[in-house]
């Protein structure tokens, strides 16, 4: 599609319990961005996705959260026995394209509506 | 040190005035992007204007241009002619083009508020 899909809109959760989210890129976007937006104005990179494959997962806590792009599917955000502190909204963004040496425009991150978690 | 810096939490502007809104950026790298994007308060972000390091002009997209001082190291938003739509909070951000990193670096955002 035209714009970045992102669902569900708001979720949920009990601590201890596992959040899913889902994402679709923009058709013919190879990269995709994961985003926590906590307390309004403190972005927080997660992982990114080159296709199916991790391309940079530095900012992942990997103890609970998991990610995957698969052919053909949405991508997914999984957060297993959610914390307090998960509460946030959760962005996802696609890119055409990652400068490999040059800053490109088409280097430009489109962001999904967001996904606001909510743990109780 | 902070890398992207906005120094105003929050602004006021007259509606049909130009109004800047501050950034300035901290990197090594040669290369880079830098990007402004709108946040309204319906959560979604938008994307405005993009700015590469090697760009020789400064960006424009029709209301919004980009005031890029490289040696300053600052990219400053300017709007012309508010509207009440424009109303938002608005983030400076950059990629910088280093090795595999590819994450969008964010400032803390300005909120702009536009009065009759």
């Known amino acids: 599609g035209e714009e970045v899909a992102q669902t569900p809109k708001h979720l949920v959760r009990g601590e201890g319990q596992k959040a899913k989210l889902y994402c679709a890129p923009i058709?013919?976007?190879?990269?995709v961005f994961w985003y926590q937006q906590v307390l309004k104005n403190e972005f927080k990179f997660l992982i990114s996705f080159q296709n199916e494959n991790v391309f940079d997962e530095t900012g992942m806590p990997k103890e609970r959260f998991s990610a995957k792009c698969l052919p053909n599917s949405p991508c997914s955000l999984e957060i297993q026995a959610t914390k307090l502190e998960d509460s946030a909204v959760y962005f996802c963004?696609?890119?055409?394209?990652?400068?490999?040496?040059?800053?490109?425009?088409?280097?430009?991150?489109?962001f999904g509506p967001g996904t606001r978690l909510t743990v109780l | 040190a902070q890398k992207i810096t906005q120094t105003q939490p929050g602004m006021f502007v007259q509606e049909k005035e130009a109004v800047t809104l501050d950034c300035t950026y901290d990197?090594?790298?040669?290369?880079?992007?830098l990007f402004w994007y709108k946040q309204p308060s319906s959560g979604e972000m938008i994307f405005l204007i993009y700015q590469g390091s090697y760009d020789q002009q400064n960006a424009t997209e029709g209301r919004y241009s980009l005031n890029f001082q490289k040696a300053r190291k600052s990219a400053n938003l300017v709007i012309s002619a508010s509207q009440l739509g424009d109303s938002a909070m608005y983030f400076c951000?950059?990629?910088?083009?280093?090795?595999?990193?590819?994450?969008?670096?964010f400032g803390t955002g300005t909120r702009l508020q536009v009065t009759l």
């Open positions: 990197t090594s790298d040669p290369s880079y992007g």
């Open positions: 951000a950059m990629r910088e083009v280093t090795g595999t990193a590819s994450k969008l670096t």
């Open positions: 963004a696609s890119s055409q394209s990652l400068a490999g040496m040059f800053a490109r425009s088409t280097d430009t991150q489109y």
């Open positions: 058709k013919g976007h190879s990269y």
